[in-house]
């Protein structure tokens, strides 16, 4: 399979990427696939990810030149510096580096090279453990993971049936369903589907009796 060097890299359009919409395609690594979500550049890539290891596969020793952050789905991944079970939020900050490998398998969300140059620090999240703060409405709690020059990342826990208000997304919305459905006017989006909403888009998002578990960034996608 070709290579794709542009995918949804209009930051000015709105996206949705349910599972099964995106294929599964091999990378430099034996036993590492991935699934792209968005992209500019070939190997070296801006890119938004989703990446699959088999048990015992390893990545190439490389350098974060402009950071990598990502979020432990299934399995455990690890590196040289530790071991991140799932439900681990990583930043690797600009000129950071490591190689990668897992002994079980796992899949993760990664973000690369979207770093400001000045956000510097490692961050390393276990968010099965953290404690989630009460949320903008009842139901609502939050877990914030990240916030540097107006963007904004956090796990947000919805509960059944919760109804979040109009809103209107200054420097755009990204989510990945981590579990459950979240909803909004414009459809239903189940666990392992990603939305990236431009800048100034709206929408009303509310749940059903499964509630979620979302991830969301915000601010990042200004004109
Ligand atoms: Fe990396
Ligand atoms: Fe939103």
């Known amino acids: 399979m070709t290579m794709p060097v542009?995918?949804?890299?209009d930051m000015t359009q709105r996206?949705?990427?349910?599972?099964?919409?995106?294929?599964?395609?091999?990378?430099?690594?034996?036993?590492?696939?991935?699934?792209m979500l968005d992209r500019i550049g070939a190997e070296v890539a801006r890119a938004t990810t989703i990446v699959r290891y088999e048990p015992g596969s390893r990545f190439d020793a490389h350098r974060h030149d402009h950071g990598e952050e990502f979020l432990v789905l299934e399995g455990t991944f690890c590196d040289e510096h530790g071991e991140y079970p799932a439900g681990t939020y990583v930043r690797n900050p600009p000129g950071s580096s490591h190689a990668p490998f897992t002994e079980q398998g796992c899949t993760i969300f990664v973000?690369?090279?979207?770093?400001?140059?000045?956000d510097t620090t490692?961050?390393?999240?276990?968010?099965?453990?953290?404690?989630?703060?009460?949320?903008?409405?009842?139901g609502l709690s939050v877990l914030p993971l990240h916030q540097h020059k107006g963007v904004n990342t956090a796990?947000?826990?919805?509960?059944?049936q919760c109804q979040f208000q109009p809103h209107m997304h200054w420097g755009g919305e990204e989510i990945?369903?981590?579990?459950?459905?979240f909803r909004d006017e414009h459809g239903a989006y189940p666990t392992g589907t990603w939305l990236r909403s431009p800048h100034l888009s709206k929408?009303?998002?509310?749940?059903?009796?499964?509630?979620?578990?979302?991830?969301?960034k915000v601010g990042h996608l200004a004109a």
């Open 15 to 35: 996206h949705v990427v349910r599972p099964g919409d995106e294929p599964w395609r091999p990378s430099p690594a034996k036993g590492v696939e991935r699934r």
């Open 176 to 181: 990945l369903v981590l579990e459950g459905t």
């Open 6 to 9: 542009k995918v949804r890299d």
């Open 111 to 118: 973000k690369l090279r979207q770093f400001d140059p000045e």
């Open 203 to 216: 929408h009303t998002p509310y749940v059903q009796e499964d509630g979620c578990l979302i991830y969301v």
């Open 155 to 160: 796990l947000v826990r919805w509960a059944p």
């Open 122 to 138: 490692r961050v390393v999240i276990d968010t099965a453990a953290a404690r989630f703060s009460p949320g903008l409405v009842p």
